[in-house]
């Protein structure tokens, strides 16, 4: 079979029921991903006639284990946190400029409790709700760090 999205779970379900299972990196195959009769009828077929030949010209991988892929995932969940706060804080400080605002400089430890201290009733009312989403998002990945040291 080929890598991709799904061949992690479905090779783990072949192999469980008895079968050898090959994870081809068709990517270093230049027979099957520069091929102009591209289809998914005649990609497996050549990869079965490639495995039955020789297996290592499938460049054969192997992938990470169950608890290997948990980690990598809490690692990216954590970095998505992390980018959507650092755009909602940019977000913020966009959006109170053109009103004649400058937010002070801050961690993103703070940044929420601190902006809700120096802007005005009109503005705080406005972005609260974005605010209270950062310092949510503040502890979450602060929590998503805690886990993946544990």
């Not at 039955?52 to 192997?62: E, G, H, M, S, V």
């Not at 005005?120 to 949510?136: C, E, S, T, V, Y």
Request: hydrophobic letters at 40%.
């Amino acid at each position: 079979m080929e890598t991709g999205t799904h061949s992690i779970w479905v090779s783990e379900q072949i192999q469980e029921l008895g079968h050898e299972v090959i994870v081809a990196n068709v990517r270093e195959l230049r027979s099957i991903s520069h091929s102009d009769r591209k289809s998914d009828q005649v990609d497996p077929e050549k990869i079965a006639r490639y495995a039955r030949l020789d297996p290592q010209i499938l460049r054969p991988i192997a992938h990470r284990s169950v608890a290997q892929q948990e980690t990598l995932t809490l690692i990216r969940a954590r970095d998505v946190l992390v980018r959507l706060r650092t755009g909602a804080v940019n977000s913020i400080r966009g959006l109170v400029k053109p009103c004649g605002y400058r937010l002070p400089a801050s961690s993103t430890l703070t940044f929420a409790k601190r902006c809700l201290a120096v802007l005005p009733p009109g503005l705080a009312q406005a972005l609260g709700p974005l605010l209270h989403q950062i310092a949510d998002m503040t502890v979450r990945s602060s929590s998503t760090t805690a886990k993946s040291k544990s």
